[in-house]
């Protein structure tokens, strides 16, 4: 199980880094995603990352404002939000995912970190 923190009450145009951890295993030989899901929503994919951290890709209602990275050697993966809107607020998880490009969620979720972006 992943977990999601770093989440916060942040203004519109602000920015927020989000940090994903594995408790007891590695994440390393993992391709991990970022999903999210607002009230009243379905969950959503935000983006991924290949476990070899080179290759990444994004949901179109983010891209160029989300960036995701990881640091292996602390089991992390990142995700740094920019110029943060309110239609980002949600809650989001992070969660591995399969190989060559998938955006399938394979293991269980994490409570999520909260992400409030006030206009």
């Known amino acids: 199980q992943l977990q999601a923190s770093g989440g916060g009450l942040v203004q519109a145009g602000g920015s927020l880094r989000l940090s994903c951890v594995a408790s007891?295993?590695?994440?390393?030989?993992?391709?991990v995603g970022w999903f999210r899901q607002a009230p009243g929503k379905e969950r959503e994919f935000v983006g991924r990352?290949?476990?070899?951290?080179?290759?990444?890709s994004y949901a179109d209602s983010v891209k160029g404002r989300f960036t995701i990275s990881r640091d292996n050697a602390k089991n992390t993966v990142y995700l740094q939000m920019n110029n943060l809107k309110p239609e980002d607020t949600a809650l989001y998880y992070c969660?591995?995912?399969?190989?060559?490009?998938?955006?399938?969620?394979?293991?269980?979720w994490g409570q999520g970190t909260q992400v409030t972006v006030s206009s």
């Open positions: 969660n591995t995912v399969g190989g060559s490009g998938s955006r399938e969620p394979f293991g269980s």
């Open positions: 007891g295993r590695t994440l390393n030989s993992y391709a």
């Open positions: 990352i290949s476990w070899t951290g080179i290759t990444t």
